[in-house]
Structure formats: structure tokens, C-alpha cells
């Protein structure tokens, strides 16, 4: 028995109704689509069968071109003048492509979109049409006052039924739509209640063929579920250009674009905002967020260098020891995977004779809100861990780079020298890397920042009470 069911067969006879075009199985006196009488006729047909049905080929609407031929200017980005934004976009919104924009709520996703619906508005030379589903015209209007960002070529509607969106859509004419959100949008033709599956399908396709027929750029808002993924179907991810993810704590005023999928550039870039009273802006260098200044040094920090994207970040790791205790320890981690920091416990504990974690509690954490998963950050969580323990103040210009193995190694990471580079702008003197990574290996380091390549654990360590010593922090 074969899978497939797509076959070749010579030319068999069919029957068609010569009113409606139904194809029933057999001759029949009536056409049971139609009703009409004597219209159904027998007609031979050739070509590929599907389920049992002649699939025949028709004239396309444009013939295909060599690739040579084709001009490439219609899918140029138009930047946004939100510089983030267009970093993890590739340079801009293209016209007709439909970007996906998934957030928690109450994360910022309608702040920034408003902005960039503004920005784009005043430099774009089209209008922008802003239409929420969730809220009313009046209130989008107060929070654009709030932002500044009031134009008149900015358009607000309020709908939640698809042909009033296409309605809109022929008075304005925009160059941009912003759908907030798309789960709330309906069409009446189509079964299932706002936000199910089947509508939020069949809205978003019929959003995508008008956007590259018009050649609209279109941000869709979407809901995210409970473990951070978004929320329909899973094809809706397919049927966009770009998705895009909105991270960030309500307690920090770091918020995240993580870029997912892009087929206008990369998809593994990031961008940082800052949300503040008068609305949420660009941060093009967010170092200075995830860093504590210290007029002493402070035992249980390290600094390391995360990579977010393509973007270096320069963040601080701090770990706190405390007293013994009975039973099971808590290990409690923010901003950190907890499966890695009980990992590198175990490996210090097993390589390190001075330090005795098993029955002690142990809390590590990041500075600014950002969320290190990255196993380059193993080498500075264990220097802070080890820092704490001891109670030996790391030098405050050191930082730390590299992934810790089970037998206590160092192993390589990626984008070393772009690492150690941003950490020399920001005034770092001395690092720790893997094998392979500094002079003496095939990496290379920055003027003025000396690199020592630490094969394991405990010569890790030992170079870094060397440094603070040097430094003279105790």
C-alpha cells in the first residue's frame, strides 16, 4: 500500500455540470450541487488525480521570469526611525511583508507600536493606520498624547470585524497597518470565536494576501500562552515574514525584541528598550543596566559577557551563601537557568577542597533584569559562587568568560573577541577565556586588557585570587 495518493492515470471519462461545475461521480439527470436539469455531461479530462479528483493546470497570473531579470527595489526595508526596531528587523519594515509581534500583556507591545506608527507617519511620506481591537479610539489617543505621539497622517480605528478592517483599509490607503490585536479580529464567514483557532488562521491569511497584493506593511499583535510561546495555531507562524518576541520583567525597565524567524535578515538579533513615564526608547548601548558600581569591591560578584544576538552585554553575576541549614538546601536563582547553577555547584564542590556547598543555601542572580541562559556564563556564576563562599572580593576590573564542563574544564564559547571587546570599551583590564581563545591560542587581545587562558576550574580560580591580590581587594 503506497502513502501517496498522487498518481498519473490516462485519459477516463468524468462528468461536470455544464451550469455550476460540479464533478459528481456518475451520469446523473439532475446536478445535486445546482438542481438543474440535464445539465450534467460527460467530458474526458487528463491530468494528476488527488483524493480522487482531476487536478488541471490554468494560466498562471504571471508567467515566471529568470531570477536575473527580476528587480529586487519593491522589497526594499523602509526604516521605522526606531532604531532597535529596525536593527532586529534588518534595516526597516518591507512593504508587504506582515510581521508577527508576540508579548505577555502589560509587557509595551501598543506603546511601541504606537511610536513606530508615529515615527513611520512622519517620515515615511504614507499614512499609518493603527486599529485595536481591545481598545477604544479615545483611549489610544490619551496614551499618544502621553507618548507625543500625535500626526496627522496617523490614523486610529477601532474594530474587531475583519471587512471594517479592509474598509479602512481602502479610505486611508497606508503604508503601514498595526492589528492590535489579532487574536480579537473576526469574519463573519469563517466558524469559531474571536481568537480561535480557525479564525485567527483565517483572518491572518486573508491580512497576508491583502498586505502583498497592496503592498501594506503590516505588524500583527499577538497573545503569548503561558509558557512564553504564541498563542493560536502554530501555521500562523508560518504565514508571516517576520516574528518577533517582547521580553521583559513589569519590575525591570529593560524590555527585549528578540528576533525568531525573519526572511529579511537575521533571525538571532535583538533589541534593547527602556521603558520610562513618557513611553519606551531605543537603548543602543544597555552595558551600563546590568552592572553594579561598588566604591569596595564586594565578595559574591563576577562580570561576564553575554551574548544577546549578535549584541555583547557586559553583565554582572552576584551569588550569595548562606548559613547552614538542615535537610535540603534551597538553591534560588533570577535571571539564571537553575538546572546549570546546580551544576556548577557540584562541579565546585567536587574540584574545589576549601568550599562546602551541600548543606548550604545558595542564591544567584543577574543585575538589571536580563536573563543569562547561555553556558558562557558558567565560568562567572562559579567565581561568584566561590567569591561568596570564601569571602574573597573579586578585582573589579576582571571578567570572566567561559562554559564549565563535568570534570571542572573550561570549554570553548562563540564570538570571543567580539566578548572581550566590549568589554575593553567599558574599561575591563583583565579576562579569563577558555584554551584557544587568547594570545597564546588563536584569539587575539584588545589594547590594554590582559588575557589568561584557564584550562580548568581551579587554575581559574587560582588566577583570579592572583588578580584580586594584585588588585589588592580581600
Avoid at 527595489?73 to 526611525?81: C, G, I, L
Avoid at 572580593?393 to 564542563?405: C, F, K, Q, T, Y
Wanted: aromatic share 2%; charged share 20%; proline share 6%.
Amino acid at each position: 500500500m503506497t502513502s501517496s495518493r498522487t498518481t498519473t492515470k490516462a485519459p477516463r471519462p468524468a462528468f461536470v455540470c455544464d451550469a455550476c461545475g460540479h464533478q459528481p461521480p456518475k451520469w446523473l439527470g439532475r446536478c445535486p450541487e445546482c438542481h438543474e436539469w440535464g445539465s450534467v455531461i460527460e467530458s474526458t479530462v487528463t491530468g494528476p488525480v488527488v483524493s480522487g479528483r482531476v487536478v488541471s493546470s490554468r494560466l498562471p497570473a504571471e508567467p515566471a521570469r529568470p531570477i536575473a531579470q527580476i528587480s529586487a527595489a519593491p522589497a526594499k526595508a523602509v526604516p521605522t526611525n526606531v532604531s532597535e526596531l529596525d536593527r532586529v528587523l534588518g534595516g526597516g519594515l518591507v512593504p508587504g511583508a506582515v510581521v508577527l509581534l508576540a508579548g505577555e500583556p502589560g509587557v509595551g507591545k501598543s506603546t511601541l507600536l504606537l511610536d513606530v506608527a508615529q515615527q513611520w507617519a512622519a517620515g515615511a511620506g504614507t499614512p499609518s493606520l493603527v486599529v485595536s481591537g481591545e481598545e477604544s479610539v479615545s483611549q489610544v489617543r490619551l496614551r499618544a498624547e502621553r507618548l507625543g505621539a500625535l500626526h496627522e497622517r496617523l490614523y486610529l480605528a477601532s474594530e474587531s470585524d475583519l471587512g471594517a478592517v479592509l474598509g479602512h483599509l481602502d479610505a486611508v490607503k497606508p503604508g503601514l497597518l498595526v492589528l492590535d490585536s489579532v487574536q480579537t479580529i473576526s469574519t463573519p464567514g469563517t466558524e469559531g470565536v474571536p481568537g480561535g483557532v480557525t479564525q485567527v488562521r483565517a483572518v491572518t491569511s486573508a491580512l497576508v494576501s491583502i498586505a502583498k497584493e497592496r503592498g501594506i506593511a503590516t505588524v500583527l499583535v499577538g497573545h503569548v500562552t503561558k509558557d512564553g510561546q504564541v498563542a493560536g495555531p502554530r501555521v500562523l507562524e508560518h504565514l508571516v515574514d517576520v516574528v518577533l518576541h517582547f521580553e521583559g520583567d513589569k519590575h525591570s525597565s529593560l524590555r527585549l525584541v528578540r528576533g525568531v524567524k525573519n526572511r529579511f535578515g537575521a533571525a538571532d538579533e535583538v533589541g534593547c528598550f527602556e521603558m520610562h513615564e513618557g513611553g519606551i526608547s531605543s537603548l543602543a548601548d544597555p552595558s551600563g543596566l546590568f552592572l553594579t558600581r561598588y566604591s569596595e569591591p564586594v565578595p559574591g560578584t563576577c562580570v561576564t559577557v553575554a551574548m544577546e544576538g549578535r549584541r555583547a552585554l557586559v553583565t554582572e553575576v552576584q551569588a550569595l551563601i548562606g548559613a547552614e541549614v538542615q535537610g535540603s538546601p534551597r538553591r534560588t536563582v533570577s535571571g539564571l537557568d537553575s538546572a546549570r547553577l546546580a551544576m556548577v555547584l557540584a562541579v565546585l564542590e567536587r574540584r574545589t577542597k576549601q568550599l562546602k556547598l551541600y548543606n548550604r543555601e545558595v542564591f544567584a542572580a543577574t543585575v538589571g533584569g536580563i536573563r543569562l541562559v547561555e553556558p558562557s556564563a558558567d565560568l562567572a556564576m562559579a567565581l561568584a559562587v566561590a567569591s561568596g563562599g570564601l569571602d574573597l572580593a573579586m578585582a573589579p576590573h576582571l571578567v570572566a568568560i567561559g562554559e564549565v564542563g563535568l570534570t571542572g574544564e573550561i570549554r570553548r564559547v562563540g564570538a570571543v573577541g567580539r566578548r572581550l571587546a566590549e568589554a575593553a570599551r567599558l574599561g575591563f583590564r583583565h579576562a579569563l577565556v577558555p584554551p584557544g581563545c587568547g594570545p597564546d591560542g588563536t584569539g587575539s587581545a584588545p589594547a590594554g586588557m590582559q588575557v589568561t587562558e584557564v584550562g580548568d576550574l581551579k587554575s581559574a580560580l587560582q588566577s583570579a585570587a592572583r588578580v584580586s591580590a594584585a588588585h589588592g581587594t580581600r
